[in-house]
């Protein structure tokens, strides 16, 4: 019997992958795999300095927990049509439940993109933690995109060019779900695949990701210092459908205040994305989903609409 979509058995555990193994082509092997049957996975031994994620979540705690008078020297003006600022967002999820979440998005990159009216000056390390941090985080997916393109049979900046080259941008989110009496009537976050190409997110010690696969939901446990990767809704096309845009929630807790820091890779509003030329080589080969501009592409999964 087919089980309902809102169940939860936690019989699997997502992939975690050691990135300092010396073999390369084994962890490139292992991502590629865990990016085409989960969509989802979970890196260590990275290379970004666990003092430094660990300052990351520091300050961001401690700018969540200022007065909101002080948050809201950063909030998202009522009249923009950008991402940026600080927000409390209310929704449903697709039961019905109540969704809460207050969050913070800023860009981190590339500095051209980089407006630093939406980081806090509070606290006073906040800026410098994070352009750090948005120093690694680069090289890292750099990395992982490299692993990715090859994993396709493409040279290795293929879905880099692709996602757009220099102009990619990095877009920081912190989410901020407080504890709840009854979890089980509130989401943190509904359920949905990311619009982007690849996620790179770090969270605190309160666990409420989960991911969906083979029809259940699925705890993504972590490390502090590990790195949860998510392959988003751009990567999918543009690979033809070769790797997975993994459908996700955040739950929230009981008694512990849960925190994430996701970093979501992505095109500009204006860069044409769809399945990458080189993978199109005739019939046995043919476009599965049709190319679209970014902001078209963002607004109509947005609206629900059609797509392909």
């Not at 359920?191 to 790179?200: A, E, F, K, R, Y």
Request: aromatic share 10%.
């Amino acid at each position: 019997m087919e089980m309902e979509k809102n169940q939860h058995i936690s019989s699997l555990d997502i992939p975690v992958i050691d990135l300092s193994n010396p073999d390369e082509e084994l962890v490139a092997s292992a991502v590629v795999k865990a990016s085409q049957e989960w969509g989802i996975f979970q890196v260590v031994n990275h290379g970004i300095p666990t003092e430094l994620i660990l300052r990351l979540q520091e300050v961001g705690k401690e700018f969540f927990e200022l007065p909101e008078t002080e948050k809201e020297a950063v909030a998202k003006p009522d009249d923009s049509l950008d991402i940026e600022g600080y927000r409390t967002k209310y929704q449903k999820d697709l039961e019905g439940r109540n969704a809460w979440v207050d969050h913070l998005f800023h860009r981190i990159w590339p500095p051209s993109r980089v407006n630093h009216k939406f980081w806090p000056k509070n606290p006073p390390e906040y800026i410098e933690v994070n352009e750090e941090y948005a120093s690694h985080i680069k090289k890292l997916s750099e990395k992982i995109m490299e692993w990715l393109s090859e994993g396709l049979g493409l040279r290795h900046e293929a879905l880099k060019e692709g996602l757009g080259g220099e102009t990619i941008e990095y877009l920081m989110k912190i989410n901020y779900y407080p504890p709840c009496p009854d979890p089980e009537l509130v989401v943190g976050a509904p359920d949905h695949t990311d619009v982007n190409g690849i996620t790179l997110l770090v969270a605190n010690e309160a666990l409420g990701l989960q991911a969906f696969k083979d029809n259940q939901w699925i705890d993504a446990e972590y490390t502090t210092s590990g790195i949860i990767v998510i392959i988003g809704d751009q990567f999918l096309r543009m690979s033809n459908g070769k790797y997975k845009s993994v459908e996700h929630r955040a739950k929230m807790d009981k008694e512990k205040t849960r925190i994430s820091w996701p970093v979501f890779v992505e095109s500009s509003l204006d860069q044409v994305f769809g399945p990458l030329p080189e993978l199109i080589t005739g019939d046995e080969n043919v476009p599965k989903f049709k190319p679209y501009v970014y902001k078209d592409y963002k607004f109509r999964k947005l609206k629900k609409l059609l797509l392909d």
